[in-house]
Structures are given as C-alpha cells and as structure tokens.
C-alpha cells in the first residue's frame, strides 16, 4: 500500500526540552489508515496532525472499542534516531486486536509507516538525555451504530508527542498505593491487552490513591485480592533476599516489553530471577524479615522506577532510604544506555531509523 | 443555564416504520454541552446534529472514561410523547459517573434540555406500536492529553434514533450461549456502572456466541464462574417452579430499570420474586426436574426477551415450546401498554411531555 503524504502548511516550533513534560505537545503530522469489510486497511496517509471528524454515534464512545501502544524513539548523541523493540510493541498490538475482535494489522507496514513519519518529524525528537519521542499508534472503532457488537470501520493512526526526561532530578522513588477494594482486570478479562477499558477501569482507584499522597496504584489479583499484577502503566520487581521476582503473566497483566528486557537482562547477569506468584503477605513477610530490599517498576514512559513505599490498608513500609536502589539503577543505566546508543546493544533491541 | 437553540438548516425526512431498525437513524439535532473545571457544565446548546472535531489526543479514545444511558420516548395512539422512568436513567448515569471520575451533572437540568430536543425532534418519533424514538445520552472525556487520570474535561451529548419494532413478528424466543472462559465484569470492577468498557469486554465472547448460532452471552461472576450474572445488554429472570428469581445486585451486575419495574409489577401482582444467588448448576438441575418452566431477559430494547434455549459447555436445554411463555408475556403486554399509555400508569412510571 502506498502511504500518501500531505505536508502541513505551517510547521510549529518544539518546546525547549526543559518545559517538556509528558504527553500534551503534538509534532505536526500524523499517520492515518482507515479500515473497512470491502476494503481492508486502506487510504495510508500522512497527513497534518488536526482534529478527526466523529460521528457523536461512533462506536468507539459508546463502547469502548480502542486499543493502543506506546513507545519511543531516541536521538543518540550522534544524531542517529533509534527505536527500542518497536516490532514487539505493534505485535502486542495484533494480540490486542484479537481479543478485541479489531482486524489484524500489516506489522513490516505500520513499522515502515511510523519510520517515515518519525523522519519526517525528526525535529521534534528532543535531544537532552532522558528526553525522546513517544510514539502512540492507536485503533478506534467507527461504526456510526448504537447496538453492541464489534464495529466494520475502524481508524489505525499513529501519533507522535515530544516528552521531556521524566526524571528531571535523578530517579526519585515513588509512594505505591496497593488497592483492596477496587479492580482493574481478572482472568478471562482483557488485562493482558492493551484497551482503553483497563485504564477507564485504573481511574477511581488512582485518584484515591493520590487523594492520600500515594503516586500509583498496585493492583491486586480480582478472584483472590491477595497477589500482586503490576502498577498503573508499569510491571512490577521485587528484589528479595537474592531473588529477583515479578509476577507470572497470567492474563489479567500486561506483558510489558520493558518487563521481559529487565528479565533478559537478569538472566543474561546471571541474577537468580523468577516469574511467579506474589502475594502482599510474602512481601510484608519479606520486609519484616529484613529480605526486601527493592522494589521497581518497569515501563515505557519511566523506563525503571524505584518504588520506595508501599501501603497496603493501615500498613506502610519504606524499601531503600529515600534513594532508588542498587539494581534498580543497574537495570535504569543498562537500558537507557542502550536506548540512546551510549552502550553496544548486545540484545539486538535497537533499530536505527535515520 | 440557557439552552442555545441553532436550526438545522435542512431536515431530513423518517424513514418508514417497517424500514427501521435499531441505532442506525439518526434525527436532525441533538444536544450538547461541555464540561471544564473553571466552568463546570457549559455552553449547554441543541444544534444539527453533525460530527464532532475531536483531537486524536482525546482521553475518550485511549482511556476509555465515558458513560451513556440508553431510554425510549414513545407515542401513544392519542398522539402524546411518553417517557418511561427517564430520571431514573439520568440518576443511573450520576452513579456511573461517580465510578468514571467524571463530574455529575444536574438531573432536572438535563431532564429539561432533553424533553425541549424530543419535542423538536417529534416528527421523528415513530408512530406504529413497538417503534420508538431511542435516546442515547453519553459523555467523554475530551483533554487532548495521553497519560492516565480523569479528564478535566468532558463532552456530554444527547442523540436520538427512531426505532423500529424490536418484535416485527412477536416475541421470539432468543438462544443463549453461557459463557465459561471470558469474563465481562467482576465484583470491584465496573459491571455496575454503564460505561464504554464493559461492553469492550463483551465483544470478544458475543462472536464467539453468534458464531455458534447463539444471539446472546449470559456472563457468570468473575470469582467463581459459578453464578449466573446478566446477558449482554439485559438483566435476566428465571421461573423456578412458582419462584420467579433474578441475579441479586452484586457491585457486578447493571441495575437495570425494566428490571426494577418487572420486580415491582411482580410484588405488585403477589407472585413469589426473590433476588439472589443462582448457579448455572441450579438452572440445569431445575431444568431436570422439571420445573423450569420460562426464562426471560428485561431491558430498554427489546422490553422483555423470552429466552428458548440456554447452552453452557456441552449442555443444552429448551425452555418452553418455542413460543414465548405466559409470565414473560404478561409482564411485556403489562410495561408496553404502560409505556404506549394503553394502560393506566398505576405506577406514576410515565412522563408525558407533549
Ligand atoms: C498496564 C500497563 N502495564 C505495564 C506497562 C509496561 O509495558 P511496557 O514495558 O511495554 O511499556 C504499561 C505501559 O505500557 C501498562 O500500561
Ligand atoms: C449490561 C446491561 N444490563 C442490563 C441492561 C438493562 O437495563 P435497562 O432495563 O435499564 O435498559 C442493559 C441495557 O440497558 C445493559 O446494557
């Protein structure tokens, strides 16, 4: 399929990197394909980033027909721009698909479509370290039809926000709130896909949580409440005694790209790293004992996360001493090492684009 | 507020009744008024009904924060415009809202706004007895912003579609695919709430369902797959023997109002309605002991659906002799004739306006 390119007339400029933040300024195109029983994916395009024209009637407000991915593209200090591990991420995005009853997408062609959007947007890519380009290709559903069922139209578009370093001042650990009451996903639900349901589903819990001072919720297993899935938007470590442990996808986590490159990692380390069960009882046990001596978050946005409290009802514990940890930052400065190309990418995880 | 009235410029005409079907028509105008936190609800306008300009950055798309409510005005043979239990829809979506971190909105306000668009839109509202005018009030979150939390701004608007007869040729018993492996909502979650994502989380076991020749999903709970919940878009209600049970409200399940009303139709006419509990386990059993003699399902489209057959796993059983069975019958001929005022509105359930 041939991508057609209409340029924007007038092209705005980048914010300084030091007044980026994360996720509210837009490049000036975008890349657009629309989907339909007759015609499959069809008229490809990158277009000027504008408002989409909606019916109040697409099925997408009503139903919540929506996946998306989120990843990033980096400017190393020689200019070169590098994706990391872009293929899995639309490849997630066909397994979410599915279980949305969305058509699959051509992934050598989305990837070829989101290259050249990115090089055409090259000046938007910030070049201070810790800064980059996130990259959001989305699918919607368009069908102009009140009734339940999966739409026949859909958009595929792709995105691009220049996003400032997230961590401005060093890795600062965050307050984790583990949820009792509410829940995000369950087995045989769509956790382990990247829909928009599970995040309408994080928010009442997310905002109590920051009405008492905590930055993210941990959510719990929906059938038992007692074993720990994975934070808000990131997957979840634990460093206790030698063991470094996160838990087993079972369904209802999703299968964080950042997850399995820290897991790559420690095996390739020669770190004792399991995927398995984890209830908050073992990691209160863990830390009365003296054994838990890390907890992390792993992700796109953050990339590495320090957790250095966590609440759980009327219990409270500190991990670490206000600084992130040891291995935390072994995995932080391992990864972004290779993201920016400061360090050989012996994993085979980069793709330089331009 | 002031309701800001712009004419549509050309109006359309109705299609006949016959040619209607459900959520595909939609009338020349509809309301719309939006949301910020330095003005709360705002803007409060009836226009042509047209697209909106929405960014492709809009929460709504990616997060899935929106809610609707789904109600009918009806036409009785005196030519009246007829609401049923409308401001309990309105009250329904203040809770769903509460649970999507979205801002309530004023009940008698948006009361108003939409009886002044019905009464515009009159021509609209079929006439034969079954038709309707569907009334689909739903709000999105709108900040171009891609990051997890509740919107600070949102879209609330109200569409309408003419309807047609959901029975064209009487009731026809439905087949119901029970559904063991895809959960849709747990107890913690939000099945209680009339949100985007619920019905996301029904699509993937629907198709499974229809492509089995089966019209419907009757979900389980989440914990234990055992109890039976609701069907796709209705509440659902058994005949046991001289019992006429329906899944107790569990934080799972949607309240819906053609529910209460056939609770309260039920009470009223001295017949044994209990809510509680009931296993799938329970139903086959009923069934083997013959006493299970009507299944129905209740909700805003269809009113009541008698239910022929149930599937779960490799069990199947009929229910009835594939007419429609007399209870079921008698509590749609009992809220029709209400909602047509062909009866007297013994409940103060009806709400003419015009
Ligand atoms: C719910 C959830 N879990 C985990 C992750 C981490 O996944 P990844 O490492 O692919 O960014 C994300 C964010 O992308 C997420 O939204
Ligand atoms: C999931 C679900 N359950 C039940 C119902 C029935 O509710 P009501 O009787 O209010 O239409 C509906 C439809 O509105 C629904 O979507």
Redesign the interface.
């Known amino acids: 399929m041939e991508i057609k390119v209409t340029l924007a007339q007038t092209n705005r400029t980048r914010p300084q990197d030091s007044a980026l933040g ?3 300024v ?1 490049t000036d195109h ?1 890349f657009v394909m629309d989907y339909s029983k007759d015609n499959g994916w069809h008229d490809a395009r990158i277009e000027p ?1 504008a ?7 697409a099925m ?7 996946i ?1 991915e ?1 990843l990033k593209a980096y400017k190393t200090p020689d200019k070169k721009i590098c994706l990391f591990r872009a293929k899995d991420n639309f490849e997630r995005m066909n397994r979410s698909a599915k ?3 969305i058509p699959q997408i051509d992934v050598d062609f989305v990837m070829d479509a989101m290259k050249k959007l990115i090089k055409l947007e090259e000046k938007w890519i910030p070049e201070t370290l810790g800064t980059s380009l ?1 990259i ?1 290709p ?1 699918i ?1 559903a368009t069908d ?7 739409s026949y139209t859909y958009k595929f ?1 792709i ?1 691009l ?1 220049s996003v400032g370093a997230y961590y401005a001042d060093g890795l600062n650990p965050v307050k984790i709130w583990v949820e009792k ?4 996903a ?5 956790g382990e896909f990247k ?10 819990a ?2 109590e949580a920051k009405k008492n001072g905590y930055d993210q919720v941990l959510w719990l297993d ?2 038992e ?1 007692k074993y720990i899935e994975e934070v ?2 990131m997957n979840i470590f634990l460093l206790i005694g030698d063991e470094l442990v996160t838990p087993i996808l079972n369904g209802s986590i999703l299968p964080g790209i950042t997850r399995y490159s820290v897991i790559s990692l420690a095996k390739k380390w020669g770190m004792n790293i399991s995927e398995r069960k984890i209830s908050v009882e073992e990691v209160f046990k863990a830390h009365e004992d003296g054994k838990l001596t890390e907890i992390f978050g792993s992700g796109t946005a953050a990339v590495i996360s320090p957790v250095g409290e966590i609440r759980y009802g009327d219990k409270v514990i500190s991990i670490g001493d206000g600084t992130p940890g040891e291995t935390a930052m072994k995995f932080y400065n391992a990864l972004t090492d290779i993201q920016y190309g400061k360090a050989e990418d012996t994993e085979n995880w980069l793709e330089v684009i331009g």
């Open positions: 994360f996720g509210n837009f975008m980033y408002d989409f024209s909606v019916p109040p009637s997408v407000f009503h139903y919540g027909q929506a998306f989120g279980g949305l009853c996130y959001r989305t919607i102009p039809f009140l009734g339940v069922r999966a578009f995105i926000s009451e509410h829940v995000r369950i087995r045989g639900g769509m829909t928009a349901a599970n995040y309408a589903a994080s928010l009442f997310s905002e929906g059938i409440r808000g938007a």
